[in-house]
């Protein structure tokens, strides 16, 4: 049985003035799963966030959100969604708490309510400890944390965040990415835009690569890095002079003859089964007992893969015929 889709958008079309910030964006976001939104600065991701949030409409094309069309069913949409964008929104003059009851009553919760969930929301994002403190005495992550609690006053079914780690450090980022990780494994649909390439290899589950205004290739992290190639086996010589008996090394197990770069005294070459060839051409250097500084398996990063899709002409050119 096909898995409901959370955002559904066909052939979204959004043009200011003589450029089209999308020209016939489709999208397909299960629900219950993390959905990266990714390309250039420029592309359209944070005009189709706009238009599935219903902060702006399509010229034409389609949308729902939770099951509701964003066009004609606006309100439907926003008791539905939560919004995280670039810069956090919380209140320096207000304490951690007073910041979510604040929330809670712009959403129109009772006094009750609002505080109940506010408390309900510091445990969540572990901010109890926090609760009395001004924001402004917290870090980068925690501020953040604070900044996804208020966008989850009323609990969405679907939440976009837009560059949420932008201008953290690596371990703001982690405790952004763990809250993440945990309100998608409670239900919560995420819609993740964002310029960390490691971020969305480690949080997404599928992810859909814009430019120009269309989506050109979809497909889970790990595909996304198969496209640009195989694993590749790597030797870094401890004595240049060692190269050519590790090259032939390689041609002999592998059938293929390696890349060489002289001046780092290192080999590499594309292999299909990794652990297979990292094992017999190790088990044959050591036979020869011939020194090396390391050896190993590297795998294509999602960084490699987006630039080869982004910058391919004729891969975009092929999709944006389509």
Request: aromatic share 4%.
């Amino acid at each position: 049985m096909p898995q409901e889709k959370a955002i559904e958008a066909t052939g979204l079309v959004k043009q200011y003035k003589n450029k089209y910030a999308l020209d016939g964006v489709d999208l397909h976001v299960s629900r219950g799963t993390v959905h990266g939104l990714l390309g250039p600065n420029g592309a359209g991701k944070t005009t189709a966030v706009r238009i599935f949030t219903t902060l702006t409409y399509p010229d034409s094309g389609s949308a729902r959100v939770a099951g509701f069309d964003v066009t004609s069913e606006p309100r439907q949409v926003r008791r539905r969604i939560g919004l995280t964008g670039q810069q956090t929104a919380v209140d320096d003059l207000l304490t951690a708490r007073q910041n979510l009851v604040m929330f809670g009553r712009l959403f129109r919760l009772d006094k009750a309510h609002a505080q109940q969930r506010a408390e309900e929301l510091l445990t969540m994002f572990g901010l109890t400890d926090s609760a009395g403190l001004s924001p402004k005495k917290f870090s980068g992550g925690m501020r953040r944390r604070l900044d996804l609690a208020a966008s989850m006053i009323l609990a969405p079914e679907v939440l976009f965040l837009d560059e949420p780690t932008t201008g953290l450090d690596p371990a703001g980022r982690r405790e952004v990415w763990e809250v993440v990780r945990e309100l998608a494994a409670t239900g919560t649909t995420v819609l993740l835009t964002t310029h960390y390439l490691d971020e969305a290899d480690k949080l997404c589950d599928r992810i859909s690569l814009i430019d120009h205004g269309r989506n050109f290739v979809e497909d889970t992290p790990a595909g996304l890095k198969r496209q640009i190639g195989q694993e590749r086996l790597e030797l870094l010589a401890a004595d240049p002079a060692q190269l050519n008996r590790l090259s032939q090394i390689v041609v002999d197990l592998t059938g293929i003859q390696p890349d060489v770069e002289e001046a780092e005294a290192r080999l590499s070459v594309p292999v299909a089964d990794g652990v297979t060839a990292l094992t017999a051409v190790a088990a044959e250097i050591r036979a020869q007992e011939i020194d090396i500084a390391d050896i190993g398996l590297r795998r294509p990063t999602l960084d490699e893969a987006f630039l080869h899709l982004t910058t391919s002409p004729s891969a975009t050119r092929k999709e944006k015929a389509l």
